[in-house]
């Protein structure tokens, strides 16, 4: 089964769009919270995270664009909705241009380790990747949504 890299488009924006109403839900006042268990990011924090994965696996694996990923800053990641929102609106844009010189099918031209596993890997493998990662964090978003509304 062959699925040409632009659908995935409405899967990633549903994703990172779901993920912006939850912080516009939120709130400046609570975006930025953690909920009281162990071991939990904002959701601020989350979506910052989703940014700099998205950027990394589209933009630098998939396009060769040199990252400067700090990935553990991430989770230390703060701000407003505002800026949250901007930094989406700017990804999604990028998105849709690196989209144009991916080939679904085509061989990475290096091993890249996804989930434990180095090995090659085609384009639509990271695609695939990338979008799992969205959708995975995008229920996170929405448990710690939920978790901070009712503390």
């Not at 990172?16 to 268990?37: F, Q």
């Not at 989209?99 to 091993?111: I, T």
């Not at 090995?119 to 229920?139: I, K, M, N, P, S």
Request: with cysteine; hydrophobic share 35%; proline share 5%.
């Amino acid at each position: 089964m062959t699925i040409a890299p632009r659908a995935f488009l409405p899967f990633i924006d549903e994703a990172l769009d779901g993920m912006v109403g939850i912080a516009e839900v939120l709130g400046d006042a609570r975006v930025n919270l953690r909920p009281d268990l162990p071991d939990t990011n904002s959701p601020y924090a989350i979506l910052t995270h989703c940014i700099g994965m998205t950027t990394y696996w589209l933009g630098s694996v998939l396009c060769g664009r040199t990252s400067t990923r700090d990935r553990d800053s991430e989770f230390r990641a703060r701000g407003t909705v505002a800026e949250i929102r901007q930094a989406v609106k700017t990804l999604q844009a990028q998105i849709r241009e690196d989209l144009n010189h991916v080939q679904g099918n085509q061989p990475l031209g290096n091993p890249v380790d996804l989930h434990g596993n180095t090995q090659y890997h085609t384009q639509g493998d990271v695609l695939l990747h990338c979008y799992t990662e969205l959708a995975q964090h995008h229920g996170q978003m929405e448990l710690t949504r939920d978790i901070l509304l009712a503390q």
